[in-house]
């Protein structure tokens, strides 16, 4: 949401000091792929002359990318990102967004080296991290390689770790707050660490200790991804002590730029496309900031 909101201010800046009319329409598929096929499917009936598409299965893009090519308007897929194969279907597909593989090792080196710089986190000291994970949608790529990268960052690092569990979260923070509650419950005073998939869900491990009345000296260390403005809120407050940076304005004016190239016919010579198909953002460390 955040990301679609950079979109909207760019568009906007761009249409000013461009003379370019930018009309765009920004649809929510709502978690169902039939719809979002539908929606697709009216917009290109419309005319429009580029579609950016946050895909809701990523391994169903078939319906999308059929449409595409038999009408020749090019997608942008951003946020989830197509297996290789898929996007290669047809030379006008595209994908935005970052490397996931990277959010995952830049988390991990930010708890290893909280684990290794604070004592207070190795609660029992026995030397080794006890964590739980909190990871986003099933089958999500980011979901799949954040857990992966992670904790074998932390382990290549030097930290000995112990997995006493996990909860599917679906990137959301209530279910987050319920799951982790389970967790809190399941594991009594046993957990040392949360490494969440994303913010919302690290947020979500945040209201589950307030809700259990843990006093906050007490809680285990949190980690997230993405830090979004919420999530540098609590990085603030020291109630995360770490998260990873997604650049939602590079990505949007990224996506924005490629799109408005595609729709004039121009060179995205200029756009730094890996292998032709490619804008990746790097990711960036956010540990807690001091006086604020």
Not at 34 to 40: F, H
Not at 84 to 103: H, K, M
Not at 249 to 260: K, N, R, Y
Request: hydrophobic letters at 40%.
């Amino acid at each position: 949401s955040e990301l679609m909101t950079e979109f909207t201010e760019y568009a906007a800046d761009k249409e000013e000091s461009s003379g370019v009319a930018i009309k765009l329409e920004i649809l929510d598929a709502s978690q169902s792929q039939l719809t979002q096929n539908e929606q697709v499917k009216n917009l290109i009936d419309k005319g429009c002359d580029v579609v950016c598409v946050n895909l809701v299965d990523r391994t169903e893009p078939t319906t999308i990318t059929d449409l595409a090519e038999n009408n020749q308007v090019p997608i942008i897929f951003f946020n989830r990102e197509l297996v290789t194969e898929d996007l290669e279907r047809w030379s006008e597909l595209y994908y935005v967004g970052a490397d996931a593989s990277q959010s995952g090792v830049l988390e991990g080196e930010i708890a290893a080296d909280a684990f290794k710089k604070n004592a207070d986190i190795d609660k029992n000291g026995d030397g080794i991290c006890q964590y739980v994970v909190l990871e986003g949608e099933a089958g999500h790529q980011d979901s799949i390689v954040r857990t992966e990268y992670s904790v074998n960052t932390m382990v290549e690092k030097g930290v000995e770790t112990e997995k006493l569990g996990y909860a599917i979260a679906n990137w959301n923070r209530a279910q987050a707050q319920t799951k982790m509650a389970a967790l809190l419950t399941q594991f009594d005073g046993k957990i040392e660490m949360i490494i969440a998939n994303n913010d919302d869900m690290a947020l979500g491990a945040v209201d589950a200790l307030k809700e259990a009345e843990i006093p906050q000296e007490e809680w285990p260390a949190i980690f997230g991804i993405d830090g979004t403005d919420v999530g540098q809120t609590a990085l603030s407050k020291g109630e995360l002590k770490g998260t990873v940076y997604n650049d939602k304005e590079g990505q949007a004016q990224a996506m924005l730029s490629l799109a408005m190239q595609l729709a004039a016919g121009g060179s995205l010579e200029d756009l730094n496309l890996q292998d032709g198909k490619y804008i990746r953002l790097p990711y960036k460390k956010m540990e807690k900031i001091e006086g604020k």
